[in-house]
Each structure stands twice: as C-alpha cells, then as structure tokens.
C-alpha cells in the first residue's frame, strides 16, 4: 500500500465549477502537506501547503487538512481553462524534509470552457 | 541566471548503458533534490545533497549516485539502465535544507529502450 494515495482522474469540469481534490495517507507522522500543479512537460510549481490540521485559502484555492482522518483535500473555485494540469498532493514530516517529499500520484483536471 | 535548468531535455538510452543527466540549480541555492517520475506517477524522491554532500537517499539502488559541485550545480548518473528505469527525471533547489519552497526544473525525459 502507498503512503500517499490519491485518484489520477482524469476530472472534467466546465469552466466557472469548483474543483474538488483530495489525497489520503497513511502516515501520521506527516505535518506538513502540499499541493503542486504540473503542467504538461513542466516540473512541479508549489500552490499551497498547510502545517498540521486546518484550512488555508489563498485566492481561489482552499486546501484542508483533516490529520485524524487522514485526508487532505484542494478546492479551486471559479475554475479556468488555464488550470487544466495534473495536480500533486505532497507531504512532509519535518520542515527538514521539505525536499524529500512524498508524492501521491497525481490527478489530472481538465477544464473545458 | 534565475530558476533551476536540467539538461539535456530529452534522452534515448539502450537498456544496459550508463547515463548522466545535469542540473543547474537557481542561483545561490546551496540544496538540490532529485526525483524520479514514472509516467502517470508522482515524483519519487531518489536522493538530496546539501553543500556537496548526500543528505538522505531513497528506495533507490545504488546504481542511482549523484555528486554535487562547488558551484551547486548537481549530476544524476544511473548504471546499469533497465526499462524500468524509463521516466521523467526532475531536480528541485532550495536555498537551505529546511527552507521551504524548492524549485523544480522541466526535468529531463529518459527513455530506455
């Protein structure tokens, strides 16, 4: 079983929805939690992160952590054509590890106008 | 020069053979990562070097080394080339161990055939 899991879609919504992804993970040791956008042929751009529990909102995105659940979780609302990538879940335990992430699988969005 | 540049872009390899990839890291980072990504995967961490020594490895063998320069510039050599070992190769530089925000090149295509 993989530490990260998450739905590689791919997810189709028309432009102007809220788009909904989650990750689940299976070490409680995780405190630090990502999401990356990757666009096709680009390497990972780093969107948000969250430390422990909790919600954070920068413009139209919203990531939530659940730590006792286990579940993570980016809302990206008023979507765009432009935010049509695959979309990385990451995790973290310690800010020392930052560069030595563990990735879920990544799920593909494709937003149509 | 700004942001992390990895060369070459693409590469085709005969199963068996040795390969190095390169990767430049953004000015004055001194922390560089290396991940490999299957096609429809996550990235996977291989290994991390900071300031010219290897700061932790993944489930990796150890055909997969690494050295990093004095001017944080870093190589990735793989031996033994399987098929497997076909994927994205992504570097990610940082300016500290802990610091957040690593900066992920394009990555290089390898292909194994």
């Known amino acids: 079983q993989k530490e990260v899991e998450q739905d590689p879609g791919p997810l189709s919504v028309p432009e102007g929805a809220i788009v909904s992804l989650n990750c689940t993970y299976s070490?409680?040791?995780?405190?630090?939690f990502m999401w990356y956008r990757q666009y096709s042929r680009k390497g990972p751009e780093l969107l948000m992160y969250t430390y422990s529990s909790g919600n954070k909102e920068d413009g139209r995105f919203t990531a939530q952590v659940d730590k006792s659940s286990k579940y993570i979780s980016l809302f990206i609302r008023d979507s765009q054509p432009s935010d049509s990538a695959t979309y990385l879940c990451a995790m973290s335990r310690t800010t020392d590890s930052w560069g030595k992430l563990q990735f879920g699988a990544g799920t593909q969005v494709v937003v149509t106008p | 020069e700004t942001g992390v540049t990895q060369s070459p872009t693409h590469l085709i390899k005969t199963r068996g053979q040795q390969v190095t990839l390169r990767c430049s890291s953004q000015?004055?980072?001194?922390?560089v990562s290396w991940y490999q990504q299957a096609l429809g995967q996550g990235p996977q961490f291989i290994f991390q070097?900071?300031?010219?020594?290897?700061?932790g490895r993944g489930n990796f063998p150890p055909r997969f080394s690494g050295l990093q320069f004095p001017n944080y510039s870093s190589e990735l050599n793989v031996n033994a080339l399987e098929l497997d070992d076909s994927a994205l190769y992504l570097c990610a530089s940082s300016l500290a161990q802990g610091a957040q925000g690593y900066t992920f090149g394009s990555g290089t295509r390898l292909t194994v055939v």
């Open positions: 000015s004055g980072h001194n922390t």
């Open positions: 070490n409680s040791a995780f405190q630090y």
């Open positions: 070097y900071y300031r010219e020594e290897e700061n």
